[in-house]
């Protein structure tokens, strides 16, 4: 069995984070492992306070992991502040980690900052260059960029703008266009594009985090970035197809739909 490891925030309500990446991990067929770098409060109607762990137990929970368990790839999420950036920085150069997706957790769906405006600085500089692929929102694309995009040539150009700050692979997710949902890939030579239809749903909860965490899950096991997209690429479709509501607010994807579909725990 390969070893996935998340480097993320926990999130109270188990629709997004080090929740929802344990969750994608289980269902990849992997063995999911944890580094909590910030403890959220949070709920379906939004964030309501955050605590970060300190710098220094987050390296002693990587350490942990790297000096006892293989590592087979790994993902980044919510990394809020300047010192743990450098700390994860430091400790995945050290380890000589391999298959990284970075996943630049920068505002929550309901608006609440969970990367410091002082810390993106460093997340370019230290993070970005240690990333096999990151998957930015066109929000989050916006901002390394400081681009207007709107359309699928703008996709390309960020993801052009992005590839030059240092990672092998940049996924620009369409998520946020206005006609249907087409998410780029490039590499520095090819663009590659992957469609899904979009979903008249609220739920969707953890889309990121699921997506980048079957992107880590896919690349363990094997598969090469192009290939690894496109299923992840399908993953996050089915569960935001079959999510569902819970609470007041905006509910989770689905992370398991296809294995209760496959045990006739769903009537089809």
Known sequence: MK???TI???????????????????AHGVYGMSVITAVTAQNTQGVVAIQDVSPEIIAKQIE???????????KIGMVSVI???????????????QNIVL????????GFALLQPEAQEALQKYLLPLATIVTPN????ETFTGMTISNLKEMREAAARILALGPSYVLVKGGHLESQAVDILFDGESYYEFEAPRFKTKNTHGTGC?????????????????????ASKKYITTAIEHSFPLGK?????????ELYRKAGLIDE
Request: hydrophobic share 45%; glycine share 8%.
């Open 83 to 97: 010192d743990t950036i450098k700390t994860i920085a430091d400790k995945l150069k050290y380890y000589k980690a």
């Open 103 to 110: 996943d630049p957790v920068m505002i929550s769906k309901s």
């Open 138 to 141: 066109l929000p989050e694309a």
């Open 210 to 230: 699921t997506l980048s965490a079957s992107l880590a899950a896919n690349l363990a096991k094997g598969m090469d970035v192009v290939k690894a997209v496109e």
């Open 64 to 74: 942990a992991i790297f000096e006892d368990i293989r590592v087979d790839a790994l």
């Open 8 to 26: 993320a925030g926990s999130d109270s309500c188990g629709g997004a984070g080090i929740q929802a990446d344990l969750k994608t991990f289980a």
């Open 3 to 5: 070893n996935v490891l």
């Open 249 to 257: 607010g905006v509910g989770p994807t689905h992370h398991f739909y």
